[in-house]
């Protein structure tokens, strides 16, 4: 242990020493301590800046990306983020005069576009007439599945006297399509063995007035048929009516976070408010008060959320923000109002808080300089953990129609929207729904963050 | 003198924690006999507990780790063992219990089937017999009516009558050695008396030997053969009774009997806390534990850790470095 | 335990009473009082409600009326539907539902048991860390996006394959079960998962887990016997609430996979503004989950002693 020489040992009294000034680290006060705990936190602190962005997103955001998120962009319907907008110039639709078509098999009359895909093929010696049909997956199953789903959308059933031919023009996207003709023989029995099937990939197609009209056609340069223009840009695409995902997502963040926030905040206030009340004057009072929390605690909350929502009744045109705005605030406060009453009624029985009102300060004096303070963290963990779940109660509600009104966007609402078209444009309600999970996700990280930060407690490794 | 029963040697325990390593436990040595007490004293926080949970393997591992040391049950290693000659060294060679015998019992299970589990389930008893058996313990440990308690769950008996619950569980498979950590600090003075006294009976009646963790010297006197005194997670003296309380030699021990209140004493009563608390056992100091609140404390202690001297009698040692023969002050 | 039993049974009638007194004022102050005869659709449903309702008589005889009628088991008749009573409505529909909330409460207890301690026992290494992650996922994600997602999984699924391996919508069988199901205790599945993971690694540093383990017992003896059934406990205390979450999140499931349960009954009930209907149904609702919770409770007495003696 010791390298020194014993001899060299000096057995004179020590002097005196300091007495026990051993503090390791500087002292900090109760919020610097916790806010270098929580930047020690990388969950915490990348859920705070996910938790910034969407501020930004939501405020900044429509002032960068001008679009009105009630424009519908009739030319692109349904439109998944990064899609082609290119279009092609073509001569305004004309019917199909059924040209002979060479060769054999299912094939193609003309180029398919947006604006038709002309279909013909050849006789079947059984055919009473033939079935055809769309699909927008690829063919997987044995031709011997005779089920109609397995081959897409029924167009049309063709009698071979009409010509062996047909024209659709059905809602066409650009997109692959995979067509099908299935001869049907007698008693109406499809001949699937017999089946034959095309892919086709259809291009979008505008006709020049069209593009004209749109302002898609640059005046100085001369446009004509065969030229390609750029639709308008969609960054994450369309909805079912055309309407720009990212201006909707951008005003949708503002109803969900303008709920998911400024609710909790108001009933959290309520519940701060009742629930000192209570702790402070105690007694009979704070037993009425709180048996009263205990019924509106009792009563089904989502039910109420949608029992007040009747009572609100949402007129023509109103978005019903504020119906559910009022219904979370009466339903909410009683959590928040019994924890921060048993703060207080703990923080009562510390001494220092005895000190002072031995020195005679007034209550209000009590309240403003020891118990909030000391209940603060608190009530900033449980604001924190309210947000997420008045966010997941404005999408519910929304979700299921109950909540904010179409056609004013809220990421709920558009989720009830995207569902309608969620097997063939998925995109409309993932988006949303995505913007709901990671918001929910970065506050709840934030606050388990918040919680560990302000709880000065040591912890073991966890 | 014989063999010992049980010694330890060297033994040094750590933990990692968010902090920095702790090091509870640093080098500690100490002997048992055969059916002796004896006994560790120290202030909170000094090791006591570690050090013999550590013998049993009771120390979470990780963030728990015996950094070094033996620990040998009649010339056995039993440090990290499971098992020595076909004997559990938990359970059945060495028994336990601990200071909150309101939390340290299965609050869901009844009493008498916590006591039976180890005869169920080690000793091949059948259910029955071992019911029977832990209601034969139960009586034994002067719990009344046995058979009826037996069939309650803890939250129905108080402190002292679930510390007797633990005496008859830890008694269940007959051990050599019973480890008894601060049994009665949670327990009300009447009832600490009562516990101590069934403890030493029970002892004498097996020919069973005893440690018994304590920071109370008046439980000492009461009941220890032999003592070991620690501090900062190391021994600074050991001895028997009559030396540690009649010829302490070091100056920690002689702080925390001046901190004891005597009862014989007819003088004025002065009790006298020591000044300030121990160390930070993250960064142990590299000299005496105690020079920071010693009161006879030497230049030499700061830097220089004290060697164990030998007070002259049997097994009387001492760290100190008053002992020193170049000493300024006499000891 | 009797004692206990009564007191909570009578707890809960008046929380029923107040959840039934709320209904009946929050729907009477609907602007327009939809509860007046004019707006009721047909003239024969009008006759029933004036019946049934006393619609002519002042509000606290309304009120009167309307609590007799509860009390006697009959929650009213539909607004919109002749002769349609809501305790039919109930009665067909409800139990579709509580088929579905059944399995799903089965599928969020078991698993969230499972992985929870799981997780405790391989705490900070792989599958703790994976299942955490799925858990913090699972916590985050609203319902309606796990049912819409298991059902466009069903659909790639059934599509890949080129048979119908589990229905992708409708009501019948057990398989048109199982998926809904899944999907709706997914939420609670992950949030009882942590729940069970930080209550067994509080047991696992209990003083009475040190005192089995001084008395010999081994790490599977200890976890079976000790650990397991006391850290189920906190998990048995939140099931009412679960319950709750379960009962609600069934709405969008059985939306989402076409479903004819109560709750899909009841969302369109308040879409049609059947006032009658949404009364009926929410005091059911309420009733009901008052007594789930009650029921929770009763059972967690039973697995807990210190509860049963009080
Ligand atoms: N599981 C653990 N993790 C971290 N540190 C521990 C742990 N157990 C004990 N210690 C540390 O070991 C030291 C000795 O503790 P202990 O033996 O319980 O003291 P005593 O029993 O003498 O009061 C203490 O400083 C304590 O902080
Ligand atoms: S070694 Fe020095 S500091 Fe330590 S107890 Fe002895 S005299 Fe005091
Ligand atoms: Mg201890």
Known sequence: ?462 | MTRPLLEVEDLAVEFDTHGGTVKAVRGVSFALHEGQTLAVVGESGCGKSVCVQSLVGLVPMPPGRITSGSARLDGEQILGRETVGGMRVRGQLIGMIFQDPMTSLNPTMRIGDQIAEPLHMHQGMRRRDARMRAIELLELSQVGEAEKRSRQYPFEFSGGMLQRVMIACALACEPRILIADEPTTALDVTIQAQILSLMRDLQRERKMSLILITHDLGVVAQMADEVVVMYAGKVVETGSADDIFYASGHPYTQGLKSAMPQNQDRRAQQLEPIAGSPPDLFDPPTGCGYFERCPRAMQVCEAHQPPDFDLGKVQHRCACWLHDARATHDS | MWRYTLKRLIQGLITVWFIATTTFFVMHFVPGDPLSDARATSEQIRENLEARYGLDKPLYQQYYIYLRNIASGDLGISFTQQNREVNDIIREHFPVSAALGVLAVVFAALGGILWGALTALFRNRMPDVVIMFLVVLGVSVPSFVFAALGQLSLVTLNDWLGVSVLPVAGWGSVQHLLVPALVLGLGTMAFLTRLMRSSMLEVTNADYVRTAKAKGLNATQIFIRHQLRNAILPVITVLGPAIATITTGGFVVELVFAIPGLGRFFVQSVQQLDYTVIMGTTVFYGGFLVFMVIAVDLVYGLIDPRVRVE
């Open chain 1, 1 to 462: 242990m010791s390298t020194a020489n014993p001899s060299e040992l000096d057995f004179s009294p020590a002097p005196e020493r300091a007495p026990q000034a051993r503090l390791v680290r500087p002292s900090l006060s109760y919020w610097q301590d916790a806010w270098r705990r929580l930047r020690l936190n990388p969950r915490a602190m990348i859920s705070l800046a996910i938790v910034v962005g969407l501020l930004v997103f939501t405020l900044v955001g429509p002032m960068l990306w001008r679009l009105d998120p009630a424009n519908q962009d009739l030319e692109q319907l349904s439109i998944p983020p990064g899609a082609a907008r290119t279009a092609h110039i073509v001569e305004p639709y004309t019917a199909w005069r059924r040209e002979a078509t060479p060769g054999t098999g299912l094939r193609l009359a003309s180029e398919a576009t947006t604006q038709s895909v002309r279909l013909v093929w050849d006789a079947h010696p059984s055919a009473r007439a033939f079935e055809v049909f769309r699909d927008i997956y690829p063919p997987t199953h044995p031709p011997t599945q005779s089920t109609q789903d397995a081959l897409g959308i029924p167009l049309g059933e063709i009698s071979p006297q009409d010509g062996l031919a047909f024209e659709d023009r059905l809602a066409l996207e650009p997109i692959t399509y995979y067509y099908h003709v299935v001869p049907v023989g007698a008693g109406n029995r499809l001949l699937s063995d017999a089946r034959e099937t095309i892919e086709v990939e259809v291009t979008r197609a505008i006709t020049l007035e069209e593009a004209t009209q749109r302002g898609l056609v640059s005046t100085g340069k001369k446009t004509q048929v065969g030229d390609e223009v750029e639709l308008a840009w969609h960054p994450l695409g369309t909805d079912y009516l055309g309407r720009d995902m990212l201006a909707r997502l951008m005003y949708g963040a503002r109803v969900s976070l303008f709920i998911g926030i400024v609710a909790p905040f108001l009933y959290v206030l309520l519940g701060v408010a009742y629930g000192s009340l209570a702790g402070f004057v105690g007694g009979a009072t704070d037993q009425t008060l709180m048996r009263f929390a205990d019924f509106v605690v009792a009563l089904p909350f989502l039910l109420f959320m949608i029992l007040f929502k009747v009572l609100f009744g949402i007129g023509p045109g109103e978005s019903g923000i504020i119906p559910m705005l009022i219904a979370l605030v009466i339903l909410g406060w009683p959590a928040t109002a019994r924890l921060v009453r048993g703060q207080i009624l703990q923080i009562r029985e510390e001494s220092y808080v005895s000190a002072a009102r031995l020195m005679g300060s007034p209550t209000g004096y009590l309240i403003a300089r020891h118990m909030i303070p000391n209940t603060l963290g608190v009530i900033l963990v449980t604001l924190t953990f309210a947000i997420p779940s008045a966010i997941f109660t404005e999408a519910f509600l929304s979700f299921i129609g109950m909540g904010v009104a179409p056609p004013t966007p809220s990421w709920g609402s558009m989720s009830n929207e995207g569902i309608k078209t969620m097997l063939v444009s998925p995109h409309e309600l993932i988006l949303p729904a995505i913007f709901i999970s990671v918001t929910v996700l970065a506050f709840n990280l934030l606050g388990d963050g918040l919680r560990d930060a302000l709880d000065a407690r040591m912890r073991s490794v966890e």
